[in-house]
């Protein structure tokens, strides 16, 4: 399939885990591709596997933010098509969550997420699609997970606004939610003891028995950013193994 041909592609956290899956896949299908992130090796690697432009950007620092997305949209002549996908995790219980910790994954996952969002609309074209990455843990109550979770509720009440704004202009937004997935985001910082333990840990939890993988989450979110899902506005779609239905 070449759903994405000429298309003008950002994704913006396109250099690990997901986003690095889903610009892989939108290359494959020929879109014109920017990527953003922070760590200017994998930005290059990946720029180098997929061909995209990669621009080095923290979601959380908004002028650099808005300066990147700027420039994302006068390299690809406009944008079709913005993955809203960079996001940092981190367990505290209740009583452990200092105003930093809170600050620190509010200030990527749903400020800087929104502030990204509003400052790429008006650089898109009418027609275009949205792909937000929330996550199962909005709606679900894990012990440790206030932070994360309260971010990722707040971002689909977000995605939600925006997109009914944005229906004179005929941009659809949706979100994909992700239950466990294998990626990066649990492995920094742990050692291959602590990872394996995380692995079987999150896999009893998935009714499937196992973690995603990073391309199972790409493809649903290729597939809302695609005409395919030309009527589907507004949804939030667990891809998470029945985590959440069953
Ligand atoms: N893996 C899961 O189990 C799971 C479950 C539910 C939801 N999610 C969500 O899925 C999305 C992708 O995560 P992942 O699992 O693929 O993790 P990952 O492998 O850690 O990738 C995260 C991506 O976001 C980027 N990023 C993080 N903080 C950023 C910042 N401040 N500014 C710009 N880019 C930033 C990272 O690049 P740099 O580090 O270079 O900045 C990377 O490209 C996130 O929104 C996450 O919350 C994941």
Request: aromatic share 6%; hydrophobic share 50%; net charge negative.
């Amino acid at each position: 399939m070449r759903r994405f041909e000429g298309k003008a592609v950002l994704i913006l956290g396109g250099n690990a885990g997901i986003g690095a899956a889903a610009a892989q896949l939108f290359a494959n299908e020929g879109a014109r591709l920017v990527i953003t992130g922070r760590n200017e090796t994998t930005l290059g690697d990946i720029a180098a596997q997929t061909g995209a432009h990669a621009i080095r950007a923290d979601m959380g620092v908004l002028t650099e933010s808005r300066d990147a997305i700027t420039a994302a949209a006068d390299h690809l002549g406009g944008i079709d098509v913005l993955f809203v996908n960079a996001g940092v995790g981190g367990f505290a219980m209740v009583p452990d969550v200092t105003e930093d910790f809170w600050d620190g994954i509010h200030d990527v996952n749903l400020k800087g997420a929104f502030f990204a969002m509003q400052a790429a609309v008006p650089l898109m074209r009418d027609g275009g699609s949205i792909v937000v990455t929330g996550s199962i843990g909005s709606v679900a109550a894990v012990p440790g997970n206030v932070a994360y979770a309260a971010a990722k509720a707040g971002l689909r009440a977000v995605a939600r606004i925006v997109g009914k704004e944005l229906l004179p202009r005929r941009i659809r937004v949706n979100m994909v939610s992700p239950g466990p997935t294998d990626t990066e985001i649990f492995k920094r910082d742990a050692s291959p003891e602590e990872i394996q333990g995380m692995r079987d840990m999150l896999s009893g939890v998935v009714p499937m028995g196992r973690m995603g993988t990073s391309e199972e989450i790409a493809h649903a979110a290729l597939f809302l950013a695609s005409d395919e899902a030309s009527f589907i506005n507004g949804v939030d779609l667990y891809v998470d193994g029945g985590c959440v239905e069953l």
